[in-house]
RNA sequence: GGAGAGAUGGCAGAGUGGUUUAAUGCGGCGGUCUUGAAAACCGUUGUACCGAAAGGUACCGGGGGUUCGAAUCCCUCUCUCUCCGCCA
């Protein structure tokens, strides 16, 4: 939710940043303001009259006390006009209300000044890249014909069981996930980062916090007989910790992180860019989440930043991190960077990581709050990112790494994997 | 799944129609005293909204109703706890 006093105050800023996300989304803000001065018209004309009835209701109070009787019957029959003025101005002040949230809680994040202007993913910057990409390459097999060839993944019992996009892993191919779980978890911890296991359903006030409902209504997987929502990223359950919650300033800034599966129905997608790994609508994802005071939220996503480049950097991974333009930003979000790793195999990079501040978008939707150092009340900003997002970073390690008759795996992994490369069983 | 109890401020816990701007205790913060601390004592201590301010309004799980007036009465929903059943 979009903060009221800075749209009231910095109006044109606030267009501005808006523009680089979608120009028509303008009038959104146009809108806000107008509702909001109807709102608060409507609140002060209630406030008045409701002072008034209050004022006459401890008259009548006292007369009755005293043994005024007739005086107070009075009144009583007097106040009934002023009642009827009440109750409308209340339902006008309710609509009022209304409206502007219907307004607030489906209006966008505004996205920050570094943020480019444009439509979609062919806008996005390039911010950085690292190591190399191999070009050797006709031989390469897709990381799907690996997992079947090693028998890591059995994709048709997944769709026996449960249907396509819900992958079986096996023997080593489990092996490995729960290796990449532990050292993502792992440095993560080292990091400073505190370990959860949260709920992986959550209700609707939690999708709602983190700004999944109501816009992504429909692409979580929603349990109608509890009104429960399958999480589609630990970012929801970890940060709506924090909902409803007034913090002191000391204790920012706040690090969680947690392994949890994702729920995604991704509706709608099919064809070559989702065979294997590609897309999935269950998978595995270590999630790390930043609570921090407003001045230092660009700092922390710079920190975050760096945190998952290292895991890719040790994986020994190539990368880029792209700068989401405006029109391809989730609606959440003020700023993110995505992480991309590449597909040796598939020839096309991958996303593994999507990394953002939403600055107080998340904060007031949750009303979290934290009192500063001269005790005013203020509103902290919110970060996440994948730390990493399991299948496409196992189909880069796969096709990266794979030999004639084993895959290789980098180092880090040996301990956690128990061995130092996959091979035919 | 069955039966019962309950939901009040950071916590505990009063309050069943009008000095409740919610008693009291604990905790927190400030002060007195002290070399320092503890104890004791004094003061202070919720959130949001309207307003330049003075001040006002709302909030006792959510929603609705009765009433001049609701934490208190009525309806409804949700959640929590206890016992039983089932169960990793």
Sequence with gaps: MLPLPYLRHHTEEAKARMARRNPLLCNL????????DRRRASQS??????????????????????????????????????KEQVREVESALKLAEQ???????????????????????????????????????????????????FGLIDFESGVKITGSGFPVYVNQ??????????????????AGYTEY??????????????????????????????????????EVPLTNLYRDVILREEDLPIKLTAYTPCYRREAGSYGKDVRGLNRLHQFDKVEIVQITHPDRSYEALEEMLAHVS??????????????????DMGFAAAMTYDFETYSAAQKRWLEVSSTSNFETFQAIRMKLRFKDRSGKTQVPHTLNGSALA???????????????????????????????KITIT
């Excluded at 004309?45 to 209701?57: E, R, T, V, W, Y």
């Excluded at 929603?222 to 929502?229: E, F, G, I, R, S």
Aim: charged share 20%; with cysteine; proline share 6%.
């Design 390 to 420: 399991l299948p496409r970073i196992v189909a880069s390690l796969l096709e990266l790494y794979q030999q004639k008759d084993c895959i290789l795996l980098p180092k880090v992994l040996h301990p956690y994997f128990g061995s130092e």
């Design 310 to 327: 290292s895991l890719l950097q040790k994986l020994g991974l190539p990368y880029r991190i792209m700068r989401l333009c405006g029109g």
């Design 99 to 149: 409206n502007l949230n219907e307004l607030l809680t489906t209006t966008p994040n505004l996205p920050h000044p570094l943020v480019k202007a444009g439509r979609g993913s062919e806008d996005n910057e390039l911010i950085t890249s690292w190591g190399h990409i191999p070009e050797d390459d006709s031989d390469r097999l897709p990381h799907w014909e690996l997992a079947s060839q």
């Design 173 to 190: 191919g489990a092996r490995l996930q729960r290796a990449l779980i532990n050292f993502f978890l792992d440095e993560a911890v080292k």
């Design 45 to 82: 004309h209630f406030d008045a009259l409701k002072a008034q009835l209050n004022q006459i209701s401890s008259q009548i109070g006292q007369l009755l006390k005293t043994g005024r009787s007739e005086e107070a019957e009075a009144l009583r029959r007097e106040v009934n006009l002023l």
């Design 197 to 234: 296991q949260p709920p992986h359903l959550v209700n609707a006030d939690s999708g709602f916090g983190t700004g999944q409902l109501p816009d992504k209504d429909g692409q979580m997987y929603h349990v109608t007989a509890d009104n429960l929502y399958l999480i589609p990223t630990a």
């Design 29 to 36: 803000i146009d809108n806000i303001l107008e509702a909001d």
